[in-house]
């Protein structure tokens, strides 16, 4: 990763910290998991990781993170749905240790 | 006019796009856009704005680093500013805090409705750092960053939300118990 990438991500992260105090509540939550998918995009483009699991759930984080802005249940349920699957991987890792 | 080419019909067609293609935006296209921008209502003519437009790609990524709500890599943006010290000059204080900013969300409508007529794709956006935009452009110190439209043709047109109904939200002469 380069200086110009990770300056980016950085700037994302802390504007949207400052934005955030009088923002909407929401998109606070929104930010959180949209940063996921930035983060994971850049290890996976930098060749660090690249893992079916892990797409899987950013796919489910990509497909319905906007709807924050219009169906705060449906965003709701993706993320509790992310969780969900978030603790089946964690739990098949460990059984593969 | 069309059916298909009112108003209303491209008023209810207009969405929140945060999904570009890399096509690009023609500068011929967004000096309409801003043609419609400068007709829109303004209190007692102030006409309290400026319209940067942004399609050099370096300049477009420094301003999406600050902009957190500038989604979907558009291909360019208008960034329209409030000129603070016009406003307050012939408008006072009411000027300066309220009317500038109503004035420049009407000529965002007026930029999201030309838009829509030409097939483009918008969404404003408030999410972004303002000191961080109004350096980046250099702007001068009465000149603020108030709102900023992405533009471009989009991949893929979002489904249209829900409204609260006309009958729910109008009422004739005054408010009555049966309004809610």
Redesign the interface.
């Known amino acids: 990763m380069d200086k110009k990438e990770a300056?980016?991500f950085i700037?994302?992260l802390v504007?949207?910290a400052?934005?955030c105090i009088e923002?909407p509540k929401i998109?606070g939550s929104f930010?959180l998991v949209d940063s996921a998918g930035k983060f994971y995009g850049a290890l996976k483009k930098h060749g660090l990781i690249d893992d079916r699991d892990i797409d899987e759930i950013i796919s489910m984080i990509d497909e319905k993170k906007?709807s924050c802005?219009?169906d705060e249940q449906e965003f709701i349920g993706m993320l509790d749905r992310v969780v969900d699957r978030l603790v089946d991987v964690t739990v098949s890792m460990e059984k593969s240790e | 006019m069309a059916k298909e080419d009112s108003v209303l019909n491209l008023i209810k067609k207009r969405r929140s796009v945060r999904n570009y293609s890399e096509k690009k935006v023609s500068r011929n296209l967004f000096e309409e856009l801003i043609e419609g921008a400068i007709w829109a209502p303004t209190g007692s003519n102030i006409q309290p704005w400026y319209f940067g437009i942004v399609d050099d790609e370096d300049m477009l990524e420094r301003v999406i680093n600050f902009s957190p709500g500038l989604l979907g890599s558009p291909p360019g943006i208008i960034v329209l500013c409030s000129d603070r010290k016009r406003a307050q000059e012939k408008g006072g204080e009411l000027g300066r805090d309220l009317l500038c900013i109503m004035d420049i969300s009407m000529a965002a409508q007026n930029i999201m409705l030309m838009a829509t007529e030409k097939g483009l794709a918008t969404c404003c956006v408030k999410s972004f750092n303002q000191k961080a935009i109004n350096k980046l452009l250099g702007l001068p110190e009465h000149v603020q960053a108030e709102l900023i439209i992405s533009v471009g043709y989009t991949v893929k047109e979002p489904p249209r939300p829900s409204r609260r109904s006309k009958e729910e939200v109008s009422f004739f002469n005054k408010w009555s118990e049966a309004d809610g």
């Open positions: 300056v980016k700037a994302y504007t949207s400052r934005g923002e998109y930010r906007y802005m219009f």
